[in-house]
């Protein structure tokens, strides 16, 4: 236990650069906006932040039911604007927002350091609390038949994908499994994931027996 919480700060800073790295990926004229009040309106959020810029679109996005996810996007016409609004402290709806550089097209998680039993049902399970989860994964290892300690969970394609990658991300010390922390990363290069998953490994489709 002390070992593992030892290797956090290194982790931490790991999640960090591979931040830095999707922050040059990011839209130049699109942001994420998280922490909106569930009353928040996509119109609400196109008046407050059209004295940045003129704005191509914005969205709030919600469950099938209607309820706020509590975040959204909004993408300007110019780079400029986007630039702006990033500097700024924002409150909409009486609370504060969080604002940050929209990353597109990522829509897959690398979770790590999975207990020897846990199962792909229970990281769909984990992960459904960020977005709707499309597919989620346990890598095991043909030979022995073992967990190999981590695996990959989907969301969505699109901007509602990328939203609960963003979510998730942003609660990278609390997430724990059978009481375990996890590291949970974005998964955003097809060459690092390709590597990962590459060889004689096979998913983890159900749960442990």
């Known amino acids: ?64 039911d209607g309820r706020s996810r509590g975040f959204g996007y909004v993408t300007f016409a110019e780079a400029s604007a986007a630039s702006g609004a990033l500097r700024g402290v924002h409150q909409v709806g009486g609370r504060q927002i969080d604002v940050k550089r929209a990353v597109p097209g990522t829509n897959k998680l690398f979770v790590g350091g999975l207990p020897q039993n846990a199962a792909a049902t229970e990281l769909r399970e984990h992960f459904e609390a960020f977005g709707v989860v499309s597919d989620a994964v346990v890598m095991i290892d043909p030979v022995t038949g073992r967990s190999r300690g981590f695996g990959f969970v989907c969301f969505l394609p699109g901007q509602e994908g990328a939203a609960a990658v963003t979510a998730s991300l942003e609660q990278y010390d609390n997430h724990r499994l059978r009481g375990k922390w996890i590291e949970v990363k974005s998964a955003a290069s097809p060459h690092k994931l390709a590597a990962k998953e590459a060889g004689s490994r096979t998913p983890q489709d159900a749960a442990a027996p």
């Open 1 to 64: 236990m002390a070992d593992a919480a030892a290797g956090q700060p290194e982790r931490r800073r790991a999640a960090v650069a591979d931040s830095a790295t999707l922050e040059n990926q990011c839209h130049p004229r699109k942001i994420f906006i998280g922490g909106l009040a569930h009353k928040t309106t996509t119109q609400q959020l196109r008046d407050y932040f059209a004295r940045y810029g003129a704005i191509v679109d914005a969205v709030v996005l919600r469950w099938p």
